[in-house]
Antibody, heavy 121, light 106 residues
Framework: EVQLVESGGGLVQPGGSLRLSCAAS????????MHWVRQAPGTGLVWVSR????????SNADSVKGRFTISRDNAKNTLYLQMNSLRAEDTALYYC???????????????WGQGTMVTVS | SYDLTQPPSVSVSPGQTASITCSGD??????ACWYQQKPGQSPVLVIY???KRPSGIPERFSGSNSGNTTTLTISGTQAMDEADYYC?????????FGTGTKVTVL
């Protein structure tokens, strides 16, 4: 079964740090671009970060540039999000998502995890 | 920044057709996709590359994209289709979601 399982969320004080993990299984993780998407309670989806299949390139939303770093370990089939200088507005459910296809052309997310909650307070 | 705008809500009777629009500058020049999200669940991709359905998505879901607007159409809407729907597109390594539309099946 194709699956993404996030972990690492929790309660952190403003200015603090947290590292999220996303364990992938059921597919060849190293062939896919991966993303983090967040959703604050009662609001819509917001894209956070993207990393290419080999980890050679990343992209971040303006709201997290300089604070969040996406990375991956293809040997461990795991995606990460290092979050520093956290703010109250970063409070959200964080999803990892797989980008459909293996070329980064489609820009659509076909597999999602269940999310991990981050609360900054 | 690039914005995608959706109507906050759409109401539809069972068996009827629901159309959800999503507007953005020159959206028709980009690939658009749509997600369905039910309360307490993760989003599910229902349309990608403007009008393609992933495996397992019912045929009643269809999409189009032209000009500044992409549209998700649900034909023969069922009670199980009641959910939030989000459009999404990408440009220059930035990915943008629409504001979301709550579809109510009355």
């Amino acid at each position: 079964e194709v699956q993404l399982v996030e972990s690492g969320g929790g309660l952190v004080q403003p200015g603090g740090s947290l590292r999220l993990s996303c364990a992938a299984s059921g597919f060849t993780f190293s062939r896919y671009w991966m993303h983090w998407v967040r959703q604050a309670p009662g609001t819509g989806l917001v894209w956070v970060s993207r990393i290419k299949s080999d980890g050679s390139s990343t992209s971040n939303a303006d709201s997290v540039k300089g604070r969040f770093t996406i990375s991956r370990d293809n040997a461990k089939n795991t995606l990460y999000l290092q979050m520093n200088s956290l703010r109250a507005e970063d409070t959200a459910l964080y999803y990892c998502a797989r980008e459909a296809g293996s070329s980064g052309v489609l820009g659509a997310f076909d597999i999602w995890g269940q999310g991990t909650m981050v609360t900054v307070s | 920044s690039y914005d995608l705008t959706q109507p906050p809500s759409v109401s539809v009777s069972p068996g009827q057709t629901a159309s959800i629009t999503c507007s953005g500058d020159k959206l028709g020049d980009k690939y658009a996709c749509w997600y369905q999200q039910k309360p307490g669940q993760s989003p599910v991709l229902v349309i990608y590359q403007d009008n393609k359905r992933p495996s397992g998505i019912p045929e009643r879901f269809s999409g189009s994209n032209s000009g500044n607007t992409t549209t998700l159409t649900i034909s023969g809407t069922q009670a199980m289709d009641e959910a939030d729907y989000y459009c999404q597109a990408w440009d220059s390594s930035t990915y943008v979601f629409g504001t979301g539309t709550k579809v109510t099946v009355l």
